[in-house]
């Protein structure tokens, strides 16, 4: 009997105190939208606002008719150090990434349809210029070491009532992505990587290294190389200097 006694005050408990979700799935939030971030991103079968959109188009068909329209805005707080055997700990100060979201909807009788704009996911760091990562073979190069990773949809979902039970929905997406990347590299890493095959850590190619890196190694004239830095940044705050864009679709169902 106490035993059960002990086992209801914690279910109690559990159930007062609020929990917390704080993961990703890769480039994917943990859920969309408030209802559905809420309870830990479950989103499938109930009606879950117009975060559907994104969510599963499928359970637009499970609103009452009329409009509606949400406007959301997510917040990812990374806490992450990197480290390293016989060196300070390396803390990013990239912490704060936010991702807004809008959408529209109508049910009309048997039909959904809608628009929605969605900040899918995203991650990045930044290290700044006086980490170990910022060091070269001879030491300190001061330079940045950050990166930044984005992906959004805009996606034009339209949904169908079978019946009272069957909601079936499919969704027009076009995605983009933007990255920002700027690393610092050891010479004593970079210089294996354009070594001809056989390295430990492989080997690139292309004209940068075959007609500019490769004869300069051959030669003896790279004997220097203290580190080489990637520098693929710009400085807008809503888009990265790599993009691309491409084209999705995908079917839904929803049971009600």
């Known amino acids: 009997m106490k035993l059960k006694r002990i086992a209801g005050l914690l279910i109690a408990a559990g159930i007062v105190v609020p929990g917390v979700a704080s993961a990703t799935n890769g480039m994917n939030m943990e859920g969309y939208g408030p209802i559905a971030t809420g309870m830990g991103g479950a989103s499938m079968a ?11 188009p499928a359970t637009l068909g499970l609103a009452p008719n009329g409009d509606r329209v949400d406007l959301a805005i997510g917040g990812l707080h990374p806490d ?9 700990n390396a803390h990013s100060h990239g912490d704060a990434y936010y991702m807004p979201a809008f959408g529209w909807a109508r049910k009309a009788d048997k039909l959904a349809f809608g628009l929605g704009v969605f900040a899918q996911g995203g991650m990045g760091t930044d290290y700044g210029t006086n980490s170990f990562l910022s060091m070269g073979d001879a030491g ?3 330079k940045q070491v950050r990166s930044e990773v984005g992906v959004g949809r805009a996606i034009a979902p339209l949904a169908y009532d079978v019946n009272s039970q069957l909601t079936v929905a499919g969704s027009l997406e076009f995605v983009w992505a933007t990255m920002d990347l700027q690393m610092v590299m050891p010479g004593s890493k970079m210089m294996p990587m354009m070594m001809p095959g056989g390295s430990t850590l492989g080997s690139v190619n292309g004209n940068m290294v075959s007609d500019r890196f490769m004869p300069a190694l051959a030669s003896g004239q790279m004997t220097g190389f203290n580190w080489g830095y990637f520098d693929f940044s710009n400085s807008n705050a809503y888009s990265g200097k790599a993009h691309s864009t491409g084209w999705a679709g995908r079917p839904a169902p929803a049971f009600g």
């Open 46 to 56: 109930y009606d879950n606002g117009v975060a559907a959109v994104i969510n599963n």
């Open 80 to 88: 992450i150090d990197t480290k390293t055997n016989g060196m300070s």
């Open 140 to 142: 300190p190069t001061g």
